[in-house]
């Protein structure tokens, strides 16, 4: 996608991790923290697209929002919405959607461990979740997102055909993504290489391309 990334200058003193509340349920909290992210249970999101119809496709965890700008580009008449809980880069990511007119992409503040409530049954099309943190101290397993409940909701919002795409370069983040999977027995799965990855590339993945480390990537399929 051509965009001028000089008329948005990218937020200062973005941190790569977070508060560490971010990965937990807000029910598990006594009280909520200033910068934690909204809870969208009745939230109308169609009101953020030019066709005020519901998205089609989801990214969570959007990040800088290269990928989400990029699909959106590739999918001109599909409804496109990243998840994120670094708020800054979400207004960022908004600030593009509005000024260059893209009518078929946002990105919310969100922290999708709330769940997918305010998403209908069988609704969507193909889900994201790319380059997690990976979290690799076992102290720090209990924040990875990727979970049976994890996938028990998206497997609620996935259309009958609906697809979830995973890709991570940790191989122990794979084998955590292989595991869940099996435990949730709610997908049809296939590692798959580059070439059969029809998607445009994240920073993460340019990145990995560059050091030519190697990327496990999954295609779910909903049973």
């Known amino acids: 996608m051509k965009i001028d990334f000089n008329k948005y200058p990218y937020p200062r003193k973005i941190r790569h991790h977070v508060g560490t509340n971010l990965y937990f349920p807000l029910k598990e909290m006594t009280v909520k923290p200033s910068y934690y992210p909204p809870i969208l249970d009745d939230e109308d999101i169609t009101i953020y697209f030019n066709n005020k119809k519901a998205p089609d496709i989801l990214d969570i965890g959007c990040g800088k929002g290269k990928f989400l700008l990029d699909l959106s580009e590739k999918y001109p008449d599909k409804n496109i919405i990243g998840f994120e809980v670094r708020m ?3 207004e960022w990511i908004q600030n593009i959607s509005k000024s260059e007119n893209f009518g078929n992409v946002w990105a919310l503040w969100y922290t999708v461990v709330n769940g997918l409530n305010f998403l209908k049954e069988d609704s969507i099309e193909k889900v ?4 997690p943190d990976p979290w690799p101290k076992k102290r720090q ?22 697809k979830l795409f995973l890709a991570t370069d940790c191989d122990y983040v794979h084998e ?7 435990k949730s027995e709610l997908f049809k799965y296939k590692q798959v290489e580059k070439e059969e990855w029809n998607f445009p590339v994240t920073n993460k993945e340019s990145f990995c391309i560059r050091k030519e480390i190697p990327i496990f990537r999954l295609i779910c399929e909903k049973k």
């Open 141 to 162: 397993q209990n924040r990875r997102l990727f979970s049976v409940n994890f996938l028990k909701d998206l497997h609620r919002v996935l259309k009958n055909d609906g």
């Open 176 to 182: 955590h993504h292989l595991a869940e999977l099996q």
């Open 88 to 90: 800054a880069l979400v």
């Open 128 to 131: 994201f979740y790319l380059f």
